[in-house]
Nanobody, 115 residues
């Protein structure tokens, strides 16, 4: 059973940066397409960044040029480097497969962008 644990969130001022981490258990991590999702209050969860096992990436238009997804298969970890953060980036951030597996949703990590 794969478990995903997100960390690295916090409170940051507009224009600031954060790096999120998603640590995965399970040896099949390296063959999965992984993504970062976020859910803002009273909004639906959305996919913001994707990385395939070969390293190719894709981003939602709202974060393109500001967020960078990466993975370290040796450490079974996916990262999300976020820069030039905006108040509208405030949300709980989750990692999961793409498409998401219901059983893999973790607790997420809260990101709050506010002055």
């Amino acid at each position: 059973q794969v478990q995903l644990v997100e960390s690295g969130g916090g409170l940051v001022q507009p224009g600031g940066s954060l790096r999120l981490s998603c640590a995965a258990s399970g040896s099949i991590f390296s063959i999965k397409t992984m993504g970062w999702y976020r859910q803002a209050p009273e909004k639906q969860r959305e996919l913001v960044a994707v990385i395939i096992s070969g390293g190719r990436t894709n981003y939602a238009d709202s974060v393109k040029g500001r967020f960078t997804i990466s993975r370290d298969n040796a450490k079974n970890t996916v990262y999300l480097q976020m820069s030039s953060l905006k108040p509208e980036d405030t949300a709980v951030y989750y990692c999961n497969e793409v498409p998401p597996a219901k059983a893999y949703w973790g607790q997420g990590t809260q990101v709050t962008v506010s002055s």
